[in-house]
């Protein structure tokens, strides 16, 4: 977008990853709703594609924002006129420098855990988001303990009730097969051969796509389908090395099956996950998928920036951080503004596309002193991904996100088939959670964004007699 904006000047893209992430077959599939595949590319395609481009291939070390200077990890300085950081966000480990906690942000670190995954018997998933649902219901021949924090599964993006609706979908043994993916994947040539170090967790690659595990063979070593087990409400209380674990003269569980309680283990793991509910798992190892935090490290030191209470760089309406010249955009900002009521950030991939893009278009108004409106974008929350094979499709204040006890909630829901849920306040619509194909997303977006008062239709709203699109057309 910068390049665009600016053909004449000079953009220089530094990045610590060898290739980019590109956005393709970009659908716009309502007002505020986009479709996308992320795709990793060389990078000399974008230096292909705009002459004005050149791509450093190197770490940031620090920033000296006074001297408007950026020194790179290979003793390089770069002078900039006006600077967006993008640096995204890193995986939050539940404990740092274990070999047996693995955390899952990117394509390296993907990797890792299939080459762990062959030799697997048993892991634990600690983790309740996006990645961690996705990765439970994707690994077979191997024991899954999952361990949650929330009643129900998916909290990021669902209620009980879609969790509900979902799980028969995670103990079904057989699995139609998985539609096909569009996206190429790009590996960086050579790599493999030179045997590459094991991603360090500061080694960060570049986050993964929003169908990452598509491609890696996610298979343990076990010959049943599928085994999940899940602990809720619970966080990891301790993790023990096999010795500690001998001494501490405790007894660990077996895989709970059905309603029984599990028995004692008999079974030597090489490292031991104790929960806050006091019980013991043993495992060949823990996935930490538990979330991402803002990537600032290299920017903070010597420079003024106002700092949110999640760990990012907090952004103004355009985009610019506290420091003069220095925007910030995607997973490692924080947005300061007023929001509209039924937008809320979200460390996604369609939100760092979208910050990215009106972040150009801010830094080149700002640069011929024009003054610029907030982004069509930022007024509704809008995200659209798949789970277990069906579409999900999330809308505004979709779990009631600040609204306090005043709302109400009303569902619709065929089993295997779909699931609505609509969020209304006061008889107006704040959000809505579609799984399946039920075609609503776009009446319910409008219906979201004109706040009209549908109190007259009740129950009728999600009534499936009624054909609610031709309604509100």
């Not at 096909?180 to 960060?204: F, H, I, N, W």
């Not at 619970?234 to 500690?244: A, P, T």
């Not at 501490?248 to 490292?271: I, Y």
């Not at 979208?354 to 509704?380: H, N, P, R, T």
């Amino acid at each position: 977008k910068l390049a665009a904006e600016f053909p004449s000047e000079d953009i220089f893209l530094m990045t610590a990853s060898p290739v980019i992430k590109a956005v393709t077959n970009f659908k716009q599939v309502s007002k505020t709703l986009e479709e996308f595949d992320v795709e990793e590319q060389p990078s000399s395609l974008l230096e292909k594609k705009y002459p004005n481009i050149r791509v450093i291939q190197s770490g940031v070390k620090q920033l000296k924002s006074d001297e408007h200077k950026i020194y790179t990890e290979d003793g390089k300085e770069y002078i900039y006129e006006k600077l967006c950081l993008c640096a995204g966000a890193k995986p939050k480990l539940i404990v740092e420098g274990n070999p047996y906690v693995l955390g899952i942000r990117d394509t390296d670190s993907a990797q890792a855990f299939q080459k762990n995954l062959a030799q697997a018997e048993r892991i634990v998933v600690v983790g309740n988001g996006g990645i961690a649902l996705e990765l439970v219901y994707e690994i077979q021949g191997c024991e899954v303990i999952w361990a949650i924090k929330d009643k129900a599964i998916g909290n990021t993006f669902f209620d009980a009730g879609a969790a509900e609706f979902l799980l028969p979908k995670l103990t079904a043994e057989s699995r139609e097969t998985p539609i096909e993916c569009k996206r190429t994947k790009y590996t960086v040539q050579g790599s493999e051969e030179k045997g590459r170090p094991a991603a360090a967790s500061d080694k960060l690659g570049s986050a993964l796509g929003p169908d990452w595990h598509e491609g890696l063979h996610l298979k343990g070593t076990k010959e049943f389908s599928h085994k999940v087990h899940i602990e809720i409400l619970c966080e990891v209380k301790k993790i023990h090395l096999q010795q500690e674990f001998i001494q501490l003269q405790q007894t660990s569980l077996t895989f709970p099956k059905g309603e029984k309680n599990a028995e004692p283990d008999e079974v030597l793991w090489p490292v031991y996950v104790e929960l806050t509910n006091g019980k013991i798992y043993g495992c060949n190892f823990i996935v930490s998928a538990t979330g991402v935090v803002p990537n600032v490290e290299p920017f903070l030191n010597g420079n003024n920036f106002a700092v949110g209470e999640d760990g990012g760089l907090k952004v103004d309406k355009h985009m610019q951080t506290s420091v003069p010249g220095v925007y910030a955009a995607g997973d490692i900002c924080t947005a300061a503004w007023e929001p509209s009521p039924v937008w809320h950030q979200m460390r996604l991939w369609t939100q760092a596309r979208q910050m990215g893009w009106y972040a150009a278009k801010c830094m080149a108004a700002d640069a011929v002193g024009e003054s610029i409106d907030m982004d069509f974008s930022f007024e509704l929350f809008a995200h659209i991904t798949k789970f277990f094979n069906y579409k999900v499709v999330v809308l505004g204040k979709y779990n009631a996100q600040g609204l306090g006890s005043d709302h109400e909630l009303m569902l619709r829901c065929t089993k295997g088939h779909e699931y609505v849920k609509v969020v209304m306040q006061n008889g107006r619509m704040m959000g809505a959670v579609l799984i399946g194909e039920t075609d609503l997303e776009e009446t319910f977006e409008n219906l979201i964004l004109n706040q009209m008062d549908l109190s007259a239709y009740g129950e009728d709203l999600l009534n499936p007699d009624v054909d609610i699109e031709d309604y509100f057309d």
